[in-house]
């Protein structure tokens, strides 16, 4: 474990709207309010088309009906993100996995949206996982 530097933080709250793509709205905002080390405080909503990676695996699973939102949750920074997603479909049954890109908004998706004031969020190749992991500095 790496202890990283306080910092205050900010919130934003938006919501999307029916039809659109939840990964490229995000990166929308993100960028145009320049986010450097943001987070998802909570969302609740609905999707039609979901797009997972399952824990794994390297395909992505396309989904299509009628979702509840049951969280959304992760990092958020200028280069990218690192989300995961949990559904419930009409019957209840719960799928989740790592959020790709293909998932749309079916009647709305409320965000709130965090922010670390003091510190920047990057991606660095991780030699014990084998992947770009989550690397804090200050600003």
């Avoid at 919130?11 to 905002?29: D, H, I, K, M, T």
């Avoid at 690192?82 to 998706?109: F, P, Y």
């Avoid at 670390?116 to 084998?130: I, K, M, N, Q, Y």
Wanted: proline share 3%.
């Amino acid at each position: 474990m790496t202890l990283s530097p306080q910092s205050d933080a900010r919130f934003y709250a938006l919501r999307l709207a029916p039809g659109q793509e939840v990964l490229s709205q995000l990166r929308l905002f993100i960028t145009h309010h320049k986010l450097h080390a943001a987070w998802i405080a909570g969302c609740t909503g609905s999707l039609t088309d979901v797009a997972l990676r399952y824990a794994g695996r390297e395909e992505t699973t396309l989904l299509s009906g009628k979702f509840e939102v049951l969280s959304l949750s992760g990092t958020l920074e200028l280069a990218g993100e690192h989300l995961h997603l949990s559904i419930a479909d009409e019957n209840g049954a719960v799928l989740g996995g790592h959020v790709m890109h293909g998932c749309t908004v079916r009647t709305t998706l409320e965000l709130v949206i965090g922010e670390l004031t003091a510190l920047s969020f990057s991606r660095e190749p991780c030699p014990l996982s084998g992947y770009e992991e989550l690397v804090v500095k200050s600003r």
